[in-house]
């Protein structure tokens, strides 16, 4: 039907696109609108912060370590530095929606929580993460809403690579 070459160079093509294209998707780092600015159900209390810390520290102290900087002991291991939950001013910048949906879905370098998390348990979450961040809830959609910076000496985020694939050193 084709010639021979043609042939293989649209099959490579094809499933090339939807990898390119399923990456893509599944990076995105903005939460749909109605979700950016959804109120956080839950309301923050000292009792709240203490039970999600046990949480926090199953499942994101590895990455972004103990005090919420962004130095766990698997964040060396990882192409781009976790968000440092106490960087004040970069943490205002984004909505308690955002904070949920990054935890929901996950980022690029980092697993999403949709299914091993309860959906309130999110929620809590983020309650934790305005008190490491001394940030208030939030529901007000910004423009400024930047990934973390990359260390020094990496060059920031790398789109196009699959989760699977660790990046060169
Ligand atoms: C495997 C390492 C890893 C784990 C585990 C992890 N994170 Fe992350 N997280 C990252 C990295 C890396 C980033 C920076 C964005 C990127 O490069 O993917 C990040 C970014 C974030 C952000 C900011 C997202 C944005 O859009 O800027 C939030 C919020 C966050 N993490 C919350 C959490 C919470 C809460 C947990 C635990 C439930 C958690 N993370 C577990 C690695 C991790």
Known sequence: MCERSGCRSLKGIIPTFLVLLSIALGNERGAPASI??????????????????????????????????????????????????????????????????????????????????????????????RALSKTRPNATVQRENRPSPAPPGMTGQYPFWPKRLTAPR
């Not at 002991?73 to 929606?97: E, S, V």
Request: charge should be positive; proline fraction near 7%; glycine fraction near 8%.
């Open 36 to 129: 950016a600015r959804m109120k956080n159900p839950v309301t923050s209390s000292p009792e709240l912060l203490e039970k999600v810390q046990a949480t926090y520290e199953k499942n994101c102290l590895r990455c972004h370590g103990a005090g919420g900087t962004g130095d766990g002991p698997a964040a060396a291991t990882l192409p781009t530095r976790p968000r440092n939950f106490t960087d004040t001013k970069q943490m205002a910048t984004m909505t308690d929606g955002q904070l949920y949906w990054a935890i929901t879905k996950g980022t690029q370098w980092m697993p999403a929580f949709e299914k091993k998390l309860p959906d309130l348990e999110r929620w809590r979450l983020v309650c934790l993460l």
